[in-house]
């Protein structure tokens, strides 16, 4: 097989990964205290247990789903020596993109395309709050990159107050994937838009 051919599977074989664990999102993980939906906070809960929550349900998607996998918290990226190259790939869906994305962030697949300029690059994915992120983390150290995972990603980043980004612009709009998802602070609105089935928060 050659090397697309390969990349192509193993873009299939994470996908079809991404999909059986958002069905563990929705079925199985409240058993291992993971609250999702009715099992999260109640509505109106302040930022503090908001944030609470996303490192709780961060962690326990890691345990879960890959644990020993690499991770960067925001505020070490934020504080990361600059004479060191490195890039934040979103691995969300396009429509989730188009509402807005971390500055400075590529797409998945632009970051596909150019690879090879980033091999010598710190590669830093992130998503809605890494679990997809965490899945293309594990496939990336596989392939030989130096590579983080953005520990509570998109939620996390909100929570430390940062702005996001819309067609250059600075906004507090965010997608959230779904109701679910929303642990957004206050200040920040988020989005949730109808799109052919995606493969996990």
């Known amino acids: 097989m050659t090397a697309p051919g390969r990349r192509r599977r193993g873009r299939v074989v994470l996908a ?4 059986a664990a958002m069905a563990a999102v929705g079925v199985g993980l409240a058993l291992h205290g993971i609250g999702v939906g009715r099992g999260g906070p109640a509505q109106g809960a302040s930022d503090s247990v908001l944030a609470g929550e996303v490192g709780r349900r961060y962690g326990g998607l890691k345990r879960l789903l890959f644990p020993g996998q690499p991770e960067i918290s925001v505020a070490d990226w ?8 490195a890039v934040l790939v979103d691995v969300r869906e396009p429509h989730e993109r188009r509402v807005s994305m971390l500055p400075g962030a590529i797409a998945k697949d632009d970051f596909e395309r150019n690879s090879a300029r980033y091999r010598s690059w710190l590669v830093v994915p992130y998503c809605t709050i890494g679990l997809r992120s965490g899945l293309y983390t594990r496939e990336l150290r596989g392939r030989g990159f130096e590579v983080r995972n953005l520990a509570g990603s998109a939620l996390a980043w909100a929570h430390a107050g940062l702005p996001f980004e819309a067609q250059g612009k600075a906004t507090r709009r965010v997608h959230v994937f779904n109701a679910d998802w929303n642990l957004l602070p206050r200040g920040y609105e988020p989005v949730v838009t109808k799109a052919p089935p995606a493969s996990g928060p």
């Open 16 to 19: 079809a990964t991404s999909v």
């Open 78 to 85: 934020l504080a990361r020596p600059k004479d060191r190259p």
